[in-house]
């Protein structure tokens, strides 16, 4: 995972490599990257698409990003991975700013009781 702010949160994602697509759990966002779970182990440098769901400029949008995996540990039900993106469109930038800055809201506000990384 990047330096960048991240926000937890625990939902599905789908990471496809070059010879396998696995489910996952998205856990960390950021600008900059993502941490997911994933029942398979990636070698650092690996390039993955990582395909989620976020609320964000008033409606579900479906996100499919390409990164690298940065980081790598074990964890009780498979892998921890940490992915930094490649180049984002601005639509895709877009939408990520909208989905942490709805992040920041609900902390400011009181209605999640967690600590963004980071922070």
Do not use: C, W
């Not at 856990?27 to 990582?50: C, D, F, H, M, N």
């Not at 991975?81 to 992040?103: A, N, S």
């Amino acid at each position: 995972m990047t330096k960048a702010v991240s926000y937890p949160m625990d939902r599905k994602a789908k990471l496809i490599g070059e010879t396998v697509t696995v489910d996952g759990q998205l856990k960390e966002l950021s600008i900059e990257g993502v941490g997911v779970e994933s029942p398979v182990k990636a070698k650092l440098g690996t390039r993955l698409q990582v395909a989620f769901e976020i609320p964000a400029l008033e409606y579900f949008q479906n996100l499919s990003l390409y990164g690298l995996v940065t980081h790598i540990h074990n964890i009780s039900n498979g892998y921890y991975l940490g992915i930094d993106f490649e180049i984002l469109t601005p639509r895709e930038k877009r939408i990520l700013e909208d989905f942490i800055e709805y992040k920041k809201r609900l902390h400011k506000q009181g209605l999640h009781h967690f600590k963004p990384a980071g922070e």
